[in-house]
């Protein structure tokens, strides 16, 4: 297809396809590399042993066949070696079969009865898919016939019972008996004393002609170690630490270090964690005595206040537990990159680490500035993983003609700058960032040419700002007509909510390549199709498109989603999370890995707990001992066959070994027996239920290009079932089938510009299983939980993973009305969720989710409630310093015990915690701080609106105005908006100070005796305002620079010396007027 331009749009529905001065896209093409010895029946990779040798099955012969098959053979066929028919003997680490009573040179009870390690069906299934079976008409099993290619020049040709004077003498080999019926396994023969036909051999000639000890064995150990030297090569990845070709310890093995784990997890050390855990035990025990206390000693003359504070204290503590427990295995990761190096990538060889798909989504241009987003596909393009892995999709939902030309601007501007980043291997690489961190940027640089070039690069920047700028500054005001684009064509989205579906590639074709003439990621801009009368579902829906397109243009395994301010901070980030993924052992139940987020431009101080560190430096560690972190919108590497909506592999059980031990008649485990009966048919309706949702369905209508699919394993369901899931797109359905990646051979560029656009269409959706059990979750704003509790709730695990340098940075709101605002925006996701079907309360049971992560998730979408209990009990200070009263009755030594022992037990497990956290004082005190403002503002407001959006189907929101701006470094923090989310807070405050002024002058009216009673509510209300400090402070904002804290301490004490004034007037007495007798007799 010569689509000699650019853009291409169209609409699926409308059977528009447009061509905008675009070029044609070249063919995209999948190759798979198959390295190291093939099984001779199946067709699959021979494994390594843990002592890095390859496994033989028959020692006698050394015919190559991988363990599944020799499990098979031992356990289902004739037990004898298909080239030499020796029968195989038992190895270390197989279940013994009916025959191996007589061998006992090794002991092996933990795998002699293991008969399911490996399955029946994938046996067979891979056998059928993986080669090219066919058969003689003797009925002998060859390769040729079906593969020529797959013969392997080194097994010798096959005779049977006698030599053949034709065949050297070096070559001659036996073969097994003809088999009975089509089967590429035998099954077993009922006479277990079956011989098979007698050997001639010559006794002159070496044995090993025969089968017997090697054959040909001296060419295929030399074969064997030549390769073994090849992946024995240390890769010096770049960027890493320069050392010595020799090992320090010479009888390691250099294979050794790539075949280790790729990561492992480092507990937290029992001096921290232990007593943490015993602090817990002790909070919980003084928690329960707390309340028989509480309980049991009501205040009679302020019922009211009594029976509230209860009420709240008692939800707090649920909460409490709800957050403390799936805190209780932290754990840490450390990751080895140098090892991910040695394994897949070897030198001379073409690099062997999965491909990757990045997701960058943005909305509106206007909000979120152009050279952001420009930064962060910036840092993309030049991370540190293969060029030809890396594929990076921006998905723009507001299909603003400002977000194409300053990505058009950005590629080209990327020619320039990827070189420069990897030339001298820079942190971070986002243009912007690099050129204003205030570090020495010179350290450990010795290119004589850096310092020139980094010069002329930061002015190429600096002249790529201005077009950006400039760019914006166009866009402020659109020309009636609407935008044109330079060939004059009109702008396809110029109606926002009427648009067709757009599509262009900038970089990664038409030999587009940087000044220095490499090749460059794969750059595409994606907009979506909107029209009127559907639901679109915002950025989930956004981020399903991304899969769909990628899957039919790049089809990467993995994928990371970021948002537009989200950069690269880490140019081996992909690599962190590809030790997790690519890991053998491990990686294959990881349906994603998090990273945490860090942010630039926040204040020293953070006011308003922008950081976040408390959650992502201590919740998130918790989490990951348990099934791993929840999801959090950004910053994160998934697994692409985990948002397919599938189950996570399972492992094998052995069966259990109760009712062998015991006759059929025995009462003792006749009971288990007819409990496994039951307990097997569930498992089996189970599996059946689960292959239904993971088996490949047939694949009928597959247009014409599409080739590579394998129909054997495509036809074990109709394609109807296919298309509810997945949509109507035959070539997407074939990418599905492709569970390593890669874009099915043969593919055209015509048909993959006509999918891109169909799958992008705005009906695609309808009726399939999208935003319900695939992709990214619908129903919620915050679509990540949800997203991530379906994921646990299949099996998968999390990890998450926390890089010395920063894997990801992005900006904050840091002005108290955004923070507000975001802040409303999450708690009214979690409404959504609790008031829908996947509420984790009820949702899930009998799944993969693990209790603990439960508890997490009802953790996250039930804390808005505790808005309500906050409210009453921050109000309550003032309520009991304006009428005297207070919510505890007089305190006896038992009381004073029992409270002191509560906030000593507070105080040590939050120190506990900012140990084992690595989280510092300041931290721990600004999320207590934010957690009282915000609960008491944007979670009961984020509470009010779900239950109407919910319940009653009305959407409000809540207007932000700005009134007024500082200049200068951090103003924004500064600035100030109303909204209506300020009233709460600011009323808390005012009654508190309030019932503080009136306490302290009636203490003062009413004489000594009543300071006593005074302090417990004077703290009371004291921890109110506290806690409000960093509101007030934001909602006075600079003052002319004069410090809040004087305002506030002004105005207070103010108030208490006019009281104090007024009670001690000197210039009247203290007894009133004293009366004496003059001493005159006035009658």
Known sequence: MDTKGRLVAGSHNRNEFVVINADDIGRVTSVKELTGQICQICGDEIEFSVDGEPFVACNECAFPICRPCYEYERREGNQACPQCKTRYKRIKGSPRVDGDEDE????????????????????????????????????????????????????PLLTYGQEDDTISADKHALIIPPFRGKRVHPMPSSDSSMTFPPRPMDPKKD??????????????????????????????????????????DADLPKMDEGRQPLSRKIPIPSSKISPYRIVILLRMAILGLFFHYRIRHPVNDAYGLWLTSIICEIWFAISWIFDQFPKWFPIKRETYLDRLSLRYEKEGKPSELAPIDIFVSTVDPLKEPPLITANTVLSILAVDYPIDKVACYVSDDGAAMLTFEALSETSEFARKWVPFCKKFKIEPRAPEWYFAQKVDYLRDKVEPTFVRERRAMKREYEEFKVRINALVAMAQKVPEEGWTMQDGTPWPGNNVRDHPGMIQVFLGQNGVRDIEGNELPRLIYVSREKRPGYEHHKKAGAMNSLIRVSAVISNAPYLLNVDCDHYINNSKALREAMCFMMDPQAGKKICYVQFPQRFDGIDRHDRYSNRNVVFFDINMKGLDGIQGPIYVGTGCVFRRQALYGYDAPKKAKPPGKTCNCWPKWCCCCFGSRKKTKKGKSKDNKKKTKNREATQIHALENIEEGIEGVDSEKSALMPQVKFEKKFGQSPVFIASVLLENGGVPAGATSASLLKEAIHVISCGYEDKTEWGKEVGWIYGSVTEDILTGFKMHCHGWRSVYCMPKRPAFKGSAPINLSDRLHQVLRWALGSVEILLSRHCPIWYGYGCGLKPLERFSYINSVVYPLTSLPLLA?????????????????????????????????????????????????????????????????????????????VLAGVNTNFTVTSKAADDGEFSDLYLFK?????????????????????????????????????????????????????????????????????????????????????????????DGIVLEVCGLDCN
């Open 104 to 155: 006992d040179e090794f002991d092996d009870l933990e795998h002699e009865f293991d008969y399911n390690e490996y399955e029946q069906q994938h046996i067979a299934g891979a056998a059928l898919s993986s080669r090219g079976i066919g058969r003689t008409a003797s009925g002998i099993t060859t390769h040729s016939e079906m593969d020529p290619s797959g013969v392997n020049s080194e097994i």
């Open 207 to 248: 044995l090993a002609v025969y089968g017997y000890g090697t054959v040909a064995w001296k060419e295929r150990m030399e074969e064997w170690k030549r390769k073994q030297n090849e992946k024995l090569q240390v890769v010096k990845h770049q960027g890493g630490k320069g050392g010595g070709d020799e090992l320090d």
């Open 873 to 949: 009990y921050c109000a309550l200070p003032a309520v009991c310093l304006l009428t005297g009263k207070f919510i505890v009755p007089e305190i006896s030594n038992y009381a004073s015990i029992i409270f002191m022992g509560m906030f000593i037990s507070i105080a040590v497990t939050s120190v506990l915690e900012m140990q084992w956290g690595g989280v510092g004082i300041d931290d721990l005190w600004r999320n207590e701080q934010f957690w009282v403002i915000g609960g008491v503002s944007s979670h009961f407001f984020a509470l009010i609106q779900g239950l109407l959006k």
């Open 978 to 1070: 109303w909204t209506s989310l300020l009233i709460p807070p600011m009323t808390l405050m005012i009654i508190n100070i309030i019932g503080v002024v009136v306490g302290v002058s009636d203490a003062i009216n009413n004489g000594y005796e009543s300071w006593g009673p005074l302090f417990g509510r004077l703290f009371f209300a004291l921890w109110v305002i506290v806690h409000l400090y960093p509101f007030l402070k934001g909602f006075m904002g600079r003052q002319d620079r004069l410090p809040t804290i004087i305002v506030v301490w002004s105005i207070l004490l103010a108030s208490i010396f006019s009281l104090l004034w007024v009670r001690i007037n000197p210039f009247l007495s203290r």
